[in-house]
């Protein structure tokens, strides 16, 4: 079965770069993403996605539902400052800290040193 839904969503794209008030939402977003345990529905794994570059994906193993692509034009903020994860095309289930790996390109393109996306990352446990 397949289903498509739409919803019209007031709000603009995030804004990652470096001291944007959006990162304290974003923040928000990915620890509610880790706290969220993935629904049977998501039957990808993150892993299988990780195959071809390396032999032992065991660690990308788990039960964390995963966006995979947080980019800031897949977060859209809502005038009252609530934030909205949308294009879900690519969901998956897996460790939590996974959703971080594939977070931090998306900063440093956004103006972020590898330092300062490194130490933006360690806030979560993952």
Not at 72 to 100: Q, S
């Amino acid at each position: 079965m397949l289903v498509l839904g739409f919803e019209h969503i007031e709000g603009r794209h995030a804004d990652y770069t470096p001291g944007s008030p959006d990162l304290e939402i974003l923040v928000k977003t990915v620890q509610a993403l880790q706290s969220t345990p993935c629904p049977d529905v998501v039957q990808m794994r993150v892993e299988r996605r990780w195959t071809s570059v390396t032999e032992d994906v065991s660690p990308m193993a788990g039960t964390s539902l995963l966006h995979t692509d947080v980019n800031a034009e897949n977060l859209l903020i809502t005038p009252d400052g609530r934030a909205v994860l949308v294009d879900w095309a690519f969901a998956a289930r897996g460790a939590a800290w996974a959703e971080l790996g594939l977070l931090i390109p998306w900063l440093l393109k956004s103006g972020h040193t590898p330092a300062e996306a490194a130490d933006w990352a360690t806030q979560f446990p993952s």
